[in-house]
């Protein structure tokens, strides 16, 4: 029994450990002082400040639309390519399956640089196009593994039914798997969201100084001394990037039971 | 073998996303071995020949030794700190408790994770500088003053590391844990098995695959990070992964930085083959 409250107590523990500098961070984002000091005066300051900070809301749409196009393009890779692995057995699978682990496991700091060179080199400028690029590459992965995850649950003799019946591939796929994949689709969607959104290393080395993404501006400000309106930014990003991973697990159980 | 119209709609439909794979990921990756062997970079009208200077130097420098020694001791004290911390945890989550609560706090547990890491870092930066948030609540508690500033040390590092990459542990071990069966761990304690025979002889060689998947998951981008140790770090917070940073954005030296970020691939690449056989079994 002691065990049982000890082991709630750590969980509580670590939970506290995880969300404290958050909700501090958020805290701090509302208290009037510039200099983070206390006693704390709630103020809506930096959040007005914020709304006139060209610089802020250039990054910010930066981010925004960087992050929509990349979703579009590494849904529709990403959800065509399990498709693939789903209908079809052949040779090579299984490498091609396991090549969707390097962007995934080595540090974004060396698939970065590598990024950096090789554009430069074949003559793509450090830029908005470059950081798509990248960032493309980076989610298809993660689309690939949700939708495939949600494929698992399909049955073949549904596809095999409908073309018994007459229909054609595209007619299949259009009014029998697509339908049945739409949650999976929806949540490799808002996963390949995320992964651009959030994403602040390759970011960093990919975009153009003058036409930064807003991590990337997070990090130059945090190097050079800043002020409660980056914790306004900070904070509404927090809540922007764990509302869609709230809503993408909805389309997708993280390996739960159920 | 595949009739011909099925083999056209299976490169249809996986060519765009492995040829996107290829351009932007794997001929980088090569490129950036190429660029490790050259004297300049080969553009805007610089003659660049081939060296062994770069690998030379990445190797024989004592800096680049001792940093590298730095950063792989770094991921060995946060993962060892994230197992320690996270097992436990994934132990309550996946066997004390149940039903909704469990799936609530799973999610609140991986929500983190899945949120911007800068940010993250960057809220540890205001709670542990001085005057910072933890500052005033130990000062507030404190019958005496207290200098409580963690900003800028090594401490500051691995918390911020630690609390980056806990959720994968406790993600790892608890899919490794869920899937024990309860009828063990029953038959273990009728026989007569203490909780922590248990734990030692049962649920831990039973959980190893989910512990050694999230150890490689935390180690390798430990040890290749350089956004933590800079903004937690300060002056002290130089790595491996810094000095990389450097030769691309400060230095401009890429032939030096492509050798140096090839040392690092070199080190995850025999780590991640060594945990390959138990990575797939855990997968």
Redesign the interface.
């Known amino acids: 029994m002691t065990l049982r409250i000890a082991g709630r107590l750590w969980l509580a523990l670590v939970l506290f450990f995880l969300y404290a500098p958050i909700l501090a961070m958020a805290a701090m984002s509302f208290n009037a002082s510039p200099f983070y000091q206390l006693p704390f005066t709630f103020s809506t300051e930096w959040y007005v400040k914020l709304a006139g900070n060209a610089e802020i809301l250039a990054a910010s749409w930066q981010s925004v639309w960087i992050a929509v196009v990349v979703t579009v393009i590494a849904t529709v890779l990403g959800t065509a390519a399990s498709l693939a692995f789903f209908r079809y057995k052949f040779p090579g699978k299984r490498l091609l399956q396991a090549l969707l682990f390097p962007p995934i496991a080595i540090p974004w700091l060396i698939t970065g640089t590598a990024m950096l060179i090789f554009f430069f080199a074949i003559g793509i400028p450090r830029g908005a196009p470059a950081v798509i690029v990248g960032h493309v590459a980076l989610a298809v992965p993660y689309v690939i593994v949700v939708v495939s995850a949600r494929l698992a649950g399909f049955d073949p003799l549904l596809e095999e039914a409908a073309r018994s019946l007459g229909a054609t591939q595209w007619t299949i796929t259009r009014r029998v798997t697509l339908p049945f994949l739409a949650p999976g689709v929806i949540a490799g969607g808002l996963f390949a969201f995320a992964v651009s959104f959030d994403q602040f290393v390759v970011s960093y080395f990919l975009a153009e100084p003058g036409d930064m993404t807003l991590p990337v501006l997070i990090y130059t400000a945090i190097r050079k001394g800043f002020t409660p309106e980056i914790n306004a930014i900070s904070t509404i990003i927090i809540v922007v990037s764990m509302l869609v991973m709230l809503l993408a697990a909805r389309g997708f159980r993280f390996g739960g039971d159920r | 073998m ?1 009739a011909r119209a ?1 083999r056209g ?2 490169a ?3 060519a ?3 040829l ?2 290829t ?7 090569s ?2 071995l190429w ?1 490790a062997f050259l004297t300049d ?3 805007g009208g610089r003659e660049a020949s081939l060296t062994l200077d770069n690998f030379a130097r990445a190797l024989t420098n004592p800096t680049y030794r001792i940093l590298l020694g730095k950063s792989l001791e770094l991921g060995l004290i946060v993962t060892a700190l994230c197992a320690l ?2 097992f ?2 994934a ?3 996946a066997k ?2 149940r039903g909704r609560a469990r ?1 609530a ?8 994770f ?7 870092i ?6 542990l500088r001085g ?3 933890l500052d ?1 609540a130990v000062n507030w508690i404190s019958p005496w003053p207290v200098d409580v500033n963690l900003m800028f040390s090594q401490s500051a590092i691995v918390i911020g590391l630690v ?1 980056s990459y ?2 994968y542990m ?2 790892t071990c ?2 490794a844990l ?1 899937g024990i069966d309860d009828a063990l761990i029953e038959a273990a304690r009728s026989l007569g098995a203490g ?1 922590l025979r248990i734990l030692w002889r049962l649920l831990i060689p039973l959980a190893a695959p989910g512990l050694i998947a999230g150890a490689v ?1 935390i180690f ?2 430990v ?5 933590e140790p ?2 937690l770090g300060g002056r002290v917070g130089t790595y491996f ?1 810094t000095v ?2 450097d030769q ?2 400060a230095v401009f030296n ?1 032939p030096l ?2 050798a140096l ?1 090839f040392c ?2 070199a080190v ?1 690449l025999v780590i ?1 083959a060594i945990a390959a056989p138990v990575l797939r079994r855990a997968a």
């Not at chain 2, 706090?105 to 983190?112: A, M, N, R, S």
Request: glycine share 6%; proline share 9%.
């Open positions: 595949l099925d709609r299976l249809g439909l996986l765009p996303a492995y996107w794979l351009a932007a990921v794997f001929l980088p990756l490129a950036m660029f970079v080969p553009f911390i996270g436990p945890c132990l309550v989550l004390a408790i799936e706090l799973f999610l609140l547990v991986i929500l983190p899945w949120s911007n890491s800068l940010v993250r960057f809220s540890w930066a205001i709670v005057n910072g948030v005033s609390h806990l959720p406790i993600l608890y899919l869920q909780p998951l390798v981008p040890v290749g990070s350089f956004m800079r903004i992964g990389i940073e691309f954005i890429w930085g492509a970020s690092l691939l995850v991640l």
